[in-house]
């Protein structure tokens, strides 16, 4: 019996493949029944440290098509942050005025620090480079969608998978699919050890290389990410790595990773992606971005406790 009530979701290392597996089913009843008045009289904090536009979107949204409603803020600048309040201090403060809280914030570790802290149920929705566990939800929701299932499955990852958190919680989820994993990326941007660690107790087969025509194998899934611009502490050494990969159409035809590749991408995305892959049979990322918002009614309403 899977239950949800109450539980925060700070990493998806947390969750049981059960457990996941009953939130995609829980998030496609979303999808497909409007459950309006679900949620009424609840209120979601959105707490932003850092810039978001599908994340905090899509749970104000899943709020208010449940029939909740939301607070919060975007932009810590306006508030007493600036005075010197401490995170710890803010969060006692906001679990007082709402039902549950969405957190965004620069630090790892922020969102365990505030589920520590306050009484009320806490979702990570993006620590510095860590973890990004609802996204995953997201994107394994995506993937099943689009391949027909989750098992077994080639997956590749290319670009910052050294400070990209949405890689780090997907590799993770995926170890209990069975997955074979690609990891491509430059030398200094390779995922860090503690995620090879988890793979290899798992028993995944994994492979990481510099280049994506290194890859010799057809791909089910290729997993986009952007260069974290914003987490390297030396704007040299993001110069060194900026543009290293540039997705397009034609490379895409090149490559030869077969024709029934899906790509996958959290989104934003700046140099590595070229807009002519849109129109492409390859292009999921749109969708991908859409399902954000039934994924996270079905994750507010578990936690919630309205839907078990
Ligand atoms: N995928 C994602 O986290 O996007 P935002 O930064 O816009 O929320």
Do not use: W
Request: charged share 25%; aromatic share 8%.
């Amino acid at each position: 019996m899977v239950m949800l009530k109450n539980r925060d979701i700070i990493s998806i290392l947390d969750f049981t493949k059960e457990e996941i597996s009953y939130v995609l089913d829980l998030s496609k009843k979303m999808e497909e029944q409007s459950h309006t008045d679900l949620l009424k009289g609840k209120i979601l904090a959105n707490l932003f440290f850092e810039p978001s536009t599908r994340t905090r979107l899509s749970f104000e949204t899943a709020m208010k098509r449940l029939g909740g409603d939301v607070i919060g803020f975007d932009d810590p600048g306006k508030t007493s942050t600036v005075k010197g309040e401490s995170l710890k201090d803010s969060v006692k403060i906001v679990e007082g005025y709402c039902d549950i809280i969405v957190l965004r914030h620069f630090l790892e570790g922020a969102s365990r620090l505030t589920a520590d802290t306050v009484n009320v149920p806490v979702i990570n929705a993006g620590d510095g480079a860590s973890q990004h566990p609802t996204q995953t939800f997201l994107d394994l929701y995506t993937i099943k969608n689009t391949k027909g299932g989750l098992e077994g499955l080639k997956v590749g990852f290319l670009g910052d998978l050294k400070y990209g958190r949405t890689a780090h919680s997907l590799a993770y989820a995926l170890t209990h699919f069975n997955a074979e994993m690609f990891f491509i990326s430059p030398p200094s941007l390779r995922i860090p050890k503690d995620y090879i660690d988890q793979l290899k107790s798992r028993g995944i087969t994994y492979h990481e290389v510099d280049s994506l025509f290194e890859i010799r194998s057809n791909l089910d899934i290729l997993y986009c990410t952007r260069i974290q611009k914003e987490r390297f502490a030396d704007p040299v050494e993001y110069e060194k790595v900026r543009g290293i990969y540039k997705l397009s159409s034609a490379v895409l035809d090149d490559l030869k990773l077969g024709n029934d590749l899906k790509i996958l991408h959290p989104l934003p995305r700046v140099e590595e992606m070229d807009e002519s892959l849109d129109s492409t049979d390859y292009a999921a990322y749109f969708q991908q971005a859409h399902s954000g918002v039934p994924v996270r009614e079905a994750l507010l309403a578990a936690v919630l406790g309205v839907l078990q």
